[in-house]
């Protein structure tokens, strides 16, 4: 298996695009829900209260943990485009290979990194491209 690192943090800008905007729409979601519904928590344990003290009370006891909430938003898109690489980069490289094989060319065979995902493809796509040579080399010799 190949150990060369990906130089690129985006192998395939359009699925790892979709992923990063859908984990963004997913975070700020699920932070405005916690924040409506911190200051719910907050107005419920003293409904008569002025609403300037209650929102200052909720900043005070659930705001921090939000801040940290949203701290934490970045790495958790970072990862998720880390671990997308794992099934963008062998597609990637997939395509690549068929285009060679469209335009004639008999390409090595397909490896992909140590921790990517679908090696069993890759060794699948191997066996076609092999029987596809083995083909051409017959028929090549029976046209002889």
Not at 28 to 55: H, K, N, Y
Not at 82 to 106: D, I, Y
Not at 120 to 126: M, Q, V, Y
Request: with cysteine.
């Amino acid at each position: 298996m190949s150990k060369k690192r990906r130089q690129k943090v985006h192998v395939d800008h359009e699925v790892q695009g979709a992923l990063a905007r859908r984990l963004v729409a997913q975070w700020c979601l699920f932070l405005a829900v916690a924040v409506v519904l911190s200051l719910a928590l907050r107005w419920m344990s003293d409904p008569f209260a002025p609403l300037s003290e209650t929102l200052a009370d909720a900043w005070w006891t659930y705001g921090p943990l939000l801040l940290v909430l949203g701290c934490l938003a970045p790495i958790f898109i970072y990862d998720a485009i880390k671990l997308s690489h794992r099934f963008t980069g062998p597609v990637h490289r997939l395509r690549q290979v068929t285009r060679s094989l469209a335009e004639g060319e008999t390409p090595g065979p397909v490896e992909f990194r140590g921790a990517d995902f679908w090696k069993d493809l890759a060794a699948d796509f191997n066996r076609v491209v092999e029987r596809l040579a083995l083909c051409e080399t017959q028929r090549d010799g029976k046209a002889e």
